[in-house]
C-alpha cells in the first residue's frame, strides 16, 4: 500500500507560484506512473499533469500547459508541481495519484490506484 502526501498548497496572488509536493512512503513509488488532479468546490475532479516512473514522459491539461511543470525526484520519493502564472480559476484541493503501470498504459488516469488526500491552493484576483 502507497501512502501520498501533498504539501505546499496555500494562498497566493493571480500572477503567482507555488510549488506542490507529493511524497510517497514506499521505495516502489520511483517506479509509478504519478498524476496530479484538481477539484474546485462544486465541480467533478479535473486532471491537470502526468509523469512516467523515470520523467522521460510527461502530460498536461491545455488549461495548465506552458504555466505549470511536472517533474520528480526518486531519490527523495518525491514528484512535484510547479505551478506559475496562476489564476483564481486555478483555485481547488490538488491531489496526487499514482499507479503501478508504464504511463503508456494508462488509459483512465481518474482510475489510478493510489490516491492522496489533496493540498489547497487558492488564487486571489
Known amino acids: 500500500q502507497v501512502q501520498l502526501v501533498e504539501s505546499g498548497g496555500g494562498w497566493v496572488q493571480a500572477g503567482g507560484s507555488l510549488r506542490l509536493s507529493c511524497a510517497a512512503s514506499?521505495?516502489?513509488?520511483?517506479?509509478?506512473?504519478v498524476g496530479w488532479f484538481r477539484q474546485a468546490p462544486g465541480k467533478e475532479r479535473e486532471f491537470v499533469a502526468a509523469i512516467s516512473w523515470n520523467g522521460g514522459i510527461t502530460y498536461y491539461a491545455d488549461s495548465v500547459k506552458g504555466r505549470f511543470t511536472i517533474s520528480r525526484d526518486n531519490a527523495k520519493n518525491t514528484v512535484y508541481l510547479q505551478m506559475n502564472s496562476l489564476k483564481p480559476e486555478d483555485t481547488a484541493v490538488y491531489l496526487c495519484?499514482?499507479?503501478?503501470?508504464?504511463?503508456?498504459?494508462?488509459?483512465?488516469?481518474?482510475?489510478?490506484?493510489?490516491w492522496g488526500k489533496g493540498t489547497l491552493v487558492t488564487v486571489s484576483s
Open positions: 514506499e521505495r516502489t513509488f520511483r517506479t509509478y506512473a
Open positions: 495519484a499514482a499507479d503501478p503501470r508504464h504511463i503508456a498504459l494508462i488509459v483512465d488516469y481518474y482510475g489510478m490506484d493510489y
